[in-house]
């Protein structure tokens, strides 16, 4: 296993539990404030937007893991039906748009964090280039992964063994 796979496989391991926390955590602000808001008669101001903000986490960071885990759906019709040179040959033209859009989502992400850094959320008073941060992060993470299947697909190297 080269030094790519390996760094793309410890980010991974490093994202899924995160991803864990994230989901959990938004599950119970989401029940703790529909407990306030109808057993306790009020409500928390701040919890639908932070839901919200991991709710972008969440699915920033969960494509990236989907894109390791080739979770994401295809379709394969011609795909299948071609000789395995061919299937070679597309599945690296693949992998080089998908880092050419990672690398647009670096760009701008980067520039949209940019945009909005004096900007902060109303009810937490967050600087919104830390909540929009995860933009660019995730096309750096999504970017690593593409690189790591690019490589082990030119080098004939099957990523699961």
């Known amino acids: 296993m080269f030094v790519l796979e390996k760094v793309s ?3 991974n391991n490093w994202i899924e539990p995160l991803l864990f926390g994230l989901g959990f955590s938004m599950a119970l602000i989401v029940a703790i404030q529909v407990f306030s808001r109808y ?3 009020h409500s928390l101001f701040w919890s639908e937007e932070l839901a919200r903000y991991l709710l972008v986490w969440l699915t920033f960071l969960g494509a990236s893991v989907a ?3 080739k979770a994401h759906p295809s379709i394969d019709v011609v795909f299948v039906r071609t000789s395995p040179s061919v299937q070679k040959l597309f599945t690296i033209l693949i992998h080089l748009a998908s880092i050419l859009l990672f690398g647009v989502m670096i760009f701008f992400g980067l520039k949209f964090s940019y945009f909005v850094r004096l900007q ?3 009810a ?3 600087p919104k280039w830390i909540i929009f941060s995860v933009i660019p992060i995730s096309g750096f993470i999504l970017m690593i992964h593409g690189l790591a299947f690019l490589f082990g697909e030119a080098k004939g190297i099957d990523r699961d063994s």
């Open 124 to 126: 937490l008073h967050l």
């Open 9 to 11: 496989r410890s980010i």
């Open 120 to 122: 902060i959320s109303p």
């Open 67 to 69: 894109y390791r885990r």
């Open 39 to 41: 057993v306790l008669n």
